[in-house]
């Protein structure tokens, strides 16, 4: 066991370093990928018109950038979408050589970049308005000398570049350009040309910038027209989608919702006052709507790709950012909303008739209007607060405690007492991360909702996996004789210092996961007027665990050692198989494992979940167990 321990130890800091140095280099690799796709779309037309090249150097540009996204596609780590994105990007290089329209290649460029998105989440939004005035002192300093104070491209520097600094006052660009593009501009730079990266300012800053370009493209009497259109219609704020959604799209996809007058009226007001959209509380879930709705019409004409790939962004990008105020305030309507969005996407896998599509879609909509009830701000009164913070810390820290005390009980019966602080350390560490983890989720940066969902995901199938092996262990132990030989001439190698690290490793594994959902939902509830009863119903229930602790502390001492071990290797068994169905759950709401939501029950408090994959995982597991706790019960003792 201590080999093994040691081995598991080693596993679990590997793991988790190289899941942290690989979701970084991933993500700056998808976000160079998606900004060539988007200079594609954008540019093309100024190198073909009307099927002849009109600028030979821009032509081989565009066929450079469209191989050297296919190239660095090929490059990302291996997923199940990585093949039909190679396909898709060859589609773009033969559409791009056959000098295809203007239009298609956007088209084509433009639906790889979601399609990467949703493959390779990241975030994709700031985490709160960005400051346009900020924007704009950073341009005058930044910007100008290339670009022009006016941004018509004309600056000082300008006539020495090659090529020119791009114009953003022309409007037929501007149409096809996004917040978000000209963020990761920003961020990365452009290749081949003289725009550096600005990855030294900040990310706050970074957004306040591309808000503040986007304002060139447009003239002092579209903002006023759109600041009214903006306070007038409830329909143009939904189809705008919130912040997350403003960033991400393009005038033209606005211009396809509410026409191309209105859709330049409200960009205009948006880039000039972003706060706007933090401002407007009308629909909530609007973007989540809006994504569900280009689903079904993309499954109705026959893109069942691009079907699923909305139907995962109205998940995470549109529902994913309030589950955790609507969990605390309802949770039977966030599980609702969960499991009906598992069957929309699930008939789409399995590629359903239209109309049955179509009848789940809309038996979503109620679920939606409900939750924007549910979030309004008159819901959240000190007594709810109160209520939501004592059951969120309850619900998410009896897992957590289950193993600690667990492990703080055995090494007592084992009288190891110098090993407790290894056990203390890794817990005490985990709610220390996990503080560091809600100032990073508060003031730094913005988890998306894929990334939590991969992280609870992994970390769950890990935790699982060691329990798992804890377990088999324990119930060994529960059926070998002479309990005071045994610990006498044995404990001190199956309790080395590589079991101790093991122990620290457990213990803050265990802990952290369970902090890193707590901190999201306390995050959600945090600053609507009712903090101190946030704080006390928190008070409250750390109380609570503590008694639960002590109880169960009191009730281990009494046990005697066989009935101990088979007791504790039953309880880490069972929480094995809980979290071996959250982690599945979790891997399928960020797009890692496909969907298949079946009607049955749900009970998160067992990691129960209506999917056939998570299900069998979990059959697995237990059959894992049984068969190992059975195979133990017929070994003679000497075995053991």
Same mark, same amino acid.
């Given at each position: 066991?201590?080999?093994?321990?040691?081995?598991?130890?080693?596993?679990?800091?590997?793991?988790?370093?190289?899941?942290?140095?690989?979701?970084?280099?991933?993500?700056?690799?998808?976000?160079?990928?998606?900004?060539?796709?988007?200079?594609?779309?954008?540019?093309?037309?100024?190198?073909?018109?009307?099927?002849?090249?009109?600028?030979?150097?821009?032509?081989?540009?565009?066929?450079?950038?469209?191989?050297?996204?296919?190239?660095?596609?090929?490059?990302?780590?291996?997923?199940?979408?990585?093949?039909?994105?190679?396909?898709?990007?060859?589609?773009?290089?033969?559409?791009?050589?056959?000098?295809?329209?203007?239009?298609?290649?956007?088209?084509?460029?433009?639906?790889?970049?979601?399609?990467?998105?949703?493959?390779?989440?990241?975030?994709?939004?700031?985490?709160?308005?960005?400051?346009?005035?900020?924007?704009?002192?950073?341009?005058?300093?930044?910007?100008?000398?290339?670009?022009?104070?006016?941004?018509?491209?004309?600056?000082?520097?300008?006539?020495?570049?090659?090529?020119?600094?791009?114009?953003?006052?022309?409007?037929?660009?501007?149409?096809?350009?996004?917040?978000?593009?000209?963020?990761?501009?920003?961020?990365?730079?452009?290749?081949?040309?003289?725009?550096?990266?600005?990855?030294?300012?900040?990310?706050?800053?970074?957004?306040?910038?591309?808000?503040?370009?986007?304002?060139?493209?447009?003239?002092?009497?579209?903002?006023?027209?759109?600041?009214?259109?903006?306070?007038?219609?409830?329909?143009?704020?939904?189809?705008?989608?919130?912040?997350?959604?403003?960033?991400?799209?393009?005038?033209?996809?606005?211009?396809?919702?509410?026409?191309?007058?209105?859709?330049?009226?409200?960009?205009?007001?948006?880039?000039?006052?972003?706060?706007?959209?933090?401002?407007?509380?009308?629909?909530?879930?609007?973007?989540?709507?809006?994504?569900?709705?280009?689903?079904?019409?993309?499954?109705?004409?026959?893109?069942?790709?691009?079907?699923?790939?909305?139907?995962?962004?109205?998940?995470?990008?549109?529902?994913?950012?309030?589950?955790?105020?609507?969990?605390?305030?309802?949770?039977?309507?966030?599980?609702?909303?969960?499991?009906?969005?598992?069957?929309?996407?699930?008939?789409?896998?399995?590629?359903?008739?239209?109309?049955?599509?179509?009848?789940?879609?809309?038996?979503?909509?109620?679920?939606?209007?409900?939750?924007?009830?549910?979030?309004?701000?008159?819901?959240?009164?000190?007594?709810?607060?109160?209520?939501?913070?004592?059951?969120?810390?309850?619900?998410?820290?009896?897992?957590?405690?289950?193993?600690?005390?667990?492990?703080?009980?055995?090494?007592?019966?084992?009288?190891?007492?110098?090993?407790?602080?290894?056990?203390?350390?890794?817990?005490?560490?985990?709610?220390?991360?996990?503080?560091?983890?809600?100032?990073?989720?508060?003031?730094?940066?913005?988890?998306?909702?894929?990334?939590?969902?991969?992280?609870?995901?992994?970390?769950?199938?890990?935790?699982?996996?060691?329990?798992?092996?804890?377990?088999?262990?324990?119930?060994?132990?529960?059926?070998?004789?002479?309990?005071?030989?045994?610990?006498?001439?044995?404990?001190?190698?199956?309790?080395?210092?590589?079991?101790?690290?093991?122990?620290?490793?457990?213990?803050?594994?265990?802990?952290?996961?369970?902090?890193?959902?707590?901190?999201?939902?306390?995050?959600?509830?945090?600053?609507? #007027?009712?903090?101190?009863?946030? *704080?006390?119903? $928190? &008070?409250?229930? %750390? !109380?609570?665990? @503590?008694?639960? +602790? =002590?109880? /169960?502390?009191?009730?281990?001492?009494?046990?005697?050692?066989?009935?101990?071990?088979?007791?504790?290797?039953?309880?880490?068994?069972?929480?094995?198989?809980?979290?071996?169905?959250?982690?599945?759950?979790?891997?399928?709401?960020?797009?890692?494992?496909?969907?298949?939501?079946?009607?049955?029950?749900?009970?998160?408090?067992? #990691?129960?979940?209506?999917?056939? *994959?998570?299900? $069998? &995982?979990?059959? %697995? !597991?237990?059959? @894992?167990?049984? +068969? =190992?706790? /059975?195979?133990?019960?017929?070994?003679?003792?000497?075995?053991?």
């Amino acid at each position: 066991m201590g080999r093994l321990n040691h081995v598991l130890a080693v596993l679990l800091i590997a793991l988790t370093g190289a899941l942290s140095l690989s979701a970084r280099a991933s993500e700056a690799d998808v976000q160079r990928v998606w900004q060539i796709l988007d200079y594609l779309a954008v540019d093309y037309a100024g190198a073909v018109q009307d099927g002849r090249i009109v600028s030979p150097s821009e032509f081989a540009e565009m066929q450079e950038f469209a191989q050297t996204a296919r190239a660095k596609i090929a490059a990302l780590d291996a997923g199940p979408e990585q093949p039909s994105l190679l396909r898709a990007a060859d589609e773009l290089r033969q559409a791009i050589d056959a000098k295809a329209d203007a239009s298609k290649v956007a088209a084509l460029a433009t639906q790889l970049g979601n399609r990467l998105l949703a493959a390779y989440p990241m975030p994709l939004a700031p985490a709160a308005a960005p400051d346009v005035q900020a924007g704009a002192r950073l341009y005058a300093a930044e910007c100008a000398g290339c670009h022009g104070a006016a941004g018509r491209g004309d600056g000082p520097l300008a006539q020495a570049l090659e090529p020119k600094p791009t114009a953003f006052t022309d409007r037929s660009r501007a149409q096809q350009r996004s917040v978000f593009a000209l963020y990761q501009a920003v961020t990365q730079g452009i290749p081949g040309t003289a725009m550096q990266a600005f990855a030294q300012l900040s990310d706050q800053d970074r957004w306040a910038l591309a808000t503040f370009i986007g304002s060139f493209a447009h003239d002092p009497a579209q903002l006023a027209r759109g600041k009214a259109l903006w306070s007038a219609q409830p329909d143009a704020r939904a189809a705008v989608g919130g912040l997350a959604g403003f960033v991400r799209m393009t005038e033209a996809d606005l211009a396809a919702a509410v026409g191309p007058v209105q859709a330049a009226e409200l960009m205009a007001y948006l880039h000039t006052e972003p706060q706007a959209l933090a401002e407007s509380r009308t629909s909530g879930l609007s973007l989540a709507r809006e994504r569900l709705r280009q689903s079904v019409a993309a499954y109705q004409a026959g893109d069942a790709k691009r079907a699923a790939d909305l139907a995962l962004s109205s998940y995470l990008d549109g529902v994913e950012p309030y589950e955790q105020a609507l969990a605390a305030r309802d949770g039977a309507l966030k599980t609702e909303i969960e499991t009906a969005m598992g069957r929309y996407r699930s008939l789409i896998a399995a590629h359903a008739p239209a109309a049955q599509v179509q009848q789940q879609a809309g038996s979503i909509e109620p679920l939606f209007a409900a939750a924007d009830e549910a979030l309004a701000p008159s819901r959240a009164d000190a007594a709810a607060a109160f209520v939501a913070s004592l059951t969120i810390l309850l619900r998410e820290g009896i897992e957590a405690l289950l193993v600690v005390v667990a492990m703080i009980a055995f090494l007592r019966k084992a009288e190891r007492p110098e090993l407790l602080p290894y056990v203390h350390a890794g817990w005490i560490g985990a709610l220390a991360l996990g503080g560091a983890t809600w100032a990073a989720a508060t003031w730094l940066v913005s988890i998306s909702g894929a990334n939590r969902e991969v992280t609870e995901g992994l970390s769950s199938l890990f935790a699982a996996a060691v329990l798992l092996s804890v377990g088999v262990w324990m119930h060994q132990k529960s059926l070998a004789g002479q309990w005071q030989a045994y610990l006498r001439d044995r404990m001190s190698a199956a309790l080395s210092r590589k079991s101790a690290f093991f122990l620290f490793g457990l213990a803050f594994i265990a802990v952290y996961r369970e902090v890193f959902e707590t901190i999201l939902f306390y995050a959600a509830l945090w600053g609507q #007027g009712t903090d101190g009863a946030i *704080v006390a119903g $928190l &008070a409250a229930g %750390a !109380v609570c665990l @503590a008694v639960i +602790a =002590f109880v /169960l502390l009191r009730f281990s001492a009494r046990l005697p050692i066989g009935q101990f071990f088979t007791f504790s290797a039953w309880l880490v068994a069972a929480l094995a198989v809980v979290l071996t169905g959250k982690g599945i759950a979790a891997l399928q709401e960020a797009g890692w494992i496909a969907p298949t939501a079946i009607h049955g029950p749900r009970i998160e408090m067992l #990691g129960v979940y209506p999917s056939v *994959v998570g299900l $069998l &995982a979990q059959a %697995a !597991v237990l059959v @894992a167990v049984l +068969a =190992f706790f /059975l195979r133990n019960s017929h070994r003679p003792a000497a075995a053991h």
